[in-house]
């Protein structure tokens, strides 16, 4: 096999696309890899300008990489993560009618040729494999970040998130002096309505009285967490008592109007809950543990004064 041969034969193996330019920019080689993903055989692009091969480029980043590579004599790679598809390239006719490009890298190399003016390499990646890879591993860690802060039964926060939450609104509200409310709530006599009606409807009570509560938050900073078992926990940032209060009340009152039936065991017809509240102020300068105890304290108040209650418990 002469060496011209042998030449066109590896480069015909090639696993990504080749094309060489001469010192005036015209396709000088174009290999099978890039005819079969642009749809162009080599017949149809040798000896055009580059620019007329692919008129999109005019005045892009791969037109100024390849200016660069044949007049100053500087390489080039283009960031995939700015460049994705610079290539019309796709993997079928299908691809190419759904507009759908390969993912690419693309590297730009100056030649010298002996005895010639200098030639521009250009190497054409598929890295839509690798892209997709990354993509697919990105969301698997987000699906597993908001599965190890997210309760399973209910969707909203878990305990998890609720400690991590907990912990930065204290360090927030200590340099902004701003007030930091907490609401603790409980699903009233809930042990027998599970009893009664079993524990499948009791995790969908738990389910409509989470999405219900969570209903009630606009905030973005405003966070409702399942605290354990069927109780809930809600944080509310730069909210004063006042304004906890009324928010709290409405809380309450939203649950009763769910009409829930309860056990007839129960002392209440339909299902409620209690709830306590604390709030932290500059002049109160409570921790974290102080603010729970506080408003864990006045949940059971409102459980031990008859339920169905908001208990508001002052920080000394």
């Known amino acids: 096999m002469t ?40 017949s149809e692009v040798l ?19 390849v200016h660069h590579a044949l007049y100053d004599n500087f390489p080039a790679i283009l960031s995939q993560t ?22 690419q890298a693309v590297a730009v190399t100056p030649l010298d040729m002996p005895g010639e003016r200098r030639h521009c390499l250009i190497q054409v990646s598929d890295v839509s494999y690798a892209v997709h890879r990354e993509r697919l591993l990105r969301e698997q860690a987000l699906d597993l970040r908001l599965q190890s802060y997210s309760d399973g039964l209910t969707g909203i926060a878990n305990r998890r998130h609720f400690d ?35 524990h499948q409807q009791g995790d969908e009570t738990l389910a409509r009285v989470a999405h219900a509560l969570a209903g009630m938050l606009h905030r973005p900073l405003d966070l409702i967490a399942r605290y354990g078992g069927e109780e809930f926990a809600v944080i509310l940032p730069d909210i004063g ?41 500059a002049r109160n300068s409570a921790e974290t543990a102080v603010l729970i105890g506080t408003a864990d304290r006045a949940l059971y108040a409102a459980k031990r004064a008859g339920r169905n209650r908001l208990v508001i418990e002052r920080i000394e």
């Not at 890899?33 to 080599?42: N, R």
Request: glycine share 8%; proline share 4%; hydrophobic share 45%.
């Open 164 to 198: 991590a939450a907990m912990d930065n609104e204290i360090r927030r509200t200590k340099r902004s002096g701003s007030p930091l409310s907490l609401l603790m709530i409980d699903i009233d006599f809930f042990k027998p309505y599970n009893d009664y009606f079993g």
């Open 3 to 42: 060496r011209p041969a042998l030449l066109e034969c590896a480069l015909g193996a090639m696993n990504l696309g080749v094309i060489v330019l001469d010192h005036a920019r015209k396709v000088v080689l174009w290999n099978r890899w890039m005819a079969q993903h642009s749809g162009q055989h080599a």
């Open 82 to 103: 700015l460049h994705k598809a610079p290539f019309p390239l796709y993997v079928d006719a299908e691809a190419r009618q759904r507009g759908e490009r390969l993912q």
């Open 47 to 65: 000896g055009r300008d580059f620019l007329d091969v692919f008129d999109g480029m005019r005045g892009r980043r791969i037109d100024g990489a």
């Open 241 to 281: 008592e006042d304004q906890a209060r009324q928010l709290a009340e409405a809380m309450r009152a939203r649950v009763e109007q769910l009409a829930i039936p309860h056990a007839p065991s129960s002392d209440f017809a339909q299902v409620t809950v209690s709830i306590g509240m604390a709030t932290r102020t």
